[in-house]
C-alpha cells in the first residue's frame, strides 16, 4: 500500500498547525531553539525569557531544561520571515532563518541614539536627521580626522554615519579596562564584512602613527554586547587609549572602505 504525498494546500495546512505549537506566549513571535520551561512544562522563547521572573502562563518559576522535542520540530520546520507583514515572503529553516532577518530588505532597525523606536532604513535616516542632527555625520569617503574634546572614558560615544550611499553606526565604549571600537552597517546588504573600517592613533608629539588597526563592520541588527563578548570588533587595553588623549581630547584618524 503506497500513501498518496499530501498536496499544497493540505502541506501548508499542517505546517502552519506546527508552527502555532511553537509560538511563543509573551511575543507571539515563533520560538528557535534553545526553547526553555517552566516546572509545569510551559515554554517560552529566548529573547523573553531573560525579561520574565515567572513563567507568564502558570507564574510558576522556569527550570534549566531545554524541550528537546519541541527543539526537534523547529529544525525541521520552515519559518517565515518575522517581517512578512511588511512584505517579506522568505521562508527558512530553524538554522537560517536568523541570519535572513539580520538583513530582510523589509527589517527594522532601532534607532541607536537611545530612541524607543524601531524603524525601515529610510525612515531612519529621516528621524536620526531630524531627531539627532548633532549626531549624525555625512562623510566624503575619505580619511576622518576625529576629536572628542572632554574625552571621558566612563561615557559612551556614538554617531550617524552615511557614507559609499549606505548607514554606518561607530560605537565606543569601555568594558572591563577594555576600550572597544564598533562600526556596524544599517541596510540590506549580504555581507555586511564587505564593508571595513580603520581606526589609526598618531603619537603624542604626532610624528609618527602609533596605532592602525583595521577591521570588518557588523551588522546593525547583531547584539551589540555578543559582538563585544566574541571580540567582533577593533580592542584595546583602556591604558593605551589614555596614552593617546592630550589635554582631555582624544583624537584619530577614521576611514570606511569597501572591499572590491
Request: aromatic share 10%.
Amino acid at each position: 500500500m503506497f500513501l498518496k504525498p499530501m498536496d499544497t494546500a493540505a502541506s501548508e495546512l499542517l505546517r502552519h498547525t506546527l508552527l502555532s505549537d511553537l509560538e511563543c506566549p509573551v511575543c507571539r513571535q515563533y520560538m528557535l531553539p534553545p526553547i526553555s520551561l517552566c516546572v509545569n512544562g510551559h515554554n517560552i522563547c529566548k529573547s523573553c525569557k531573560p525579561n520574565m521572573k515567572h513563567c507568564p502562563t502558570c507564574r510558576h518559576p522556569f527550570t534549566t531544561i531545554r524541550c528537546l522535542s519541541l527543539e526537534k520540530l523547529a529544525a525541521e520546520l520552515d519559518f517565515p520571515c518575522t517581517y512578512q507583514t511588511l512584505g517579506c515572503k522568505e521562508t527558512r529553516r530553524a538554522k537560517l532563518i536568523t541570519q535572513h532577518q539580520a538583513l530582510c530588505p523589509y527589517g527594522t532597525f532601532s534607532c541607536p541614539l537611545q530612541c524607543r523606536v524601531r524603524l525601515s532604513r529610510e525612515a531612519l535616516v529621516k528621524h536620526v536627521k531630524e531627531k539627532h542632527e548633532q549626531d549624525i555625520h555625512e562623510w566624503n569617503e575619505r580619511v576622518q580626522y576625529v576629536k572628542i574634546q572632554n574625552y571621558d572614558v566612563t561615557k559612551n560615544y556614538t554617531q550617524v554615519i552615511l557614507a559609499h550611499n549606505e548607514v554606518f553606526v561607530r560605537s565606543i565604549k569601555v568594558i572591563n579596562d577594555i576600550w572597544y571600537f564598533l562600526t556596524q552597517y544599517i541596510g540590506t546588504e549580504k555581507d555586511p564584512g564587505r564593508f571595513y573600517y580603520t581606526v589609526s592613533f598618531d603619537s603624542k608629539d604626532h610624528e609618527d602613527t602609533f596605532i592602525k588597526i583595521t577591521h570588518g563592520c557588523r551588522s546593525a541588527n547583531e547584539d551589540e554586547n555578543e559582538i563585544y563578548s566574541t571580540c567582533k570588533c577593533i580592542m584595546l587595553p583602556v591604558e593605551v587609549i589614555k596614552y593617546t588623549v592630550v589635554d582631555g581630547e582624544l583624537s584619530y584618524y577614521f576611514q570606511i572602505k569597501r572591499k572590491a
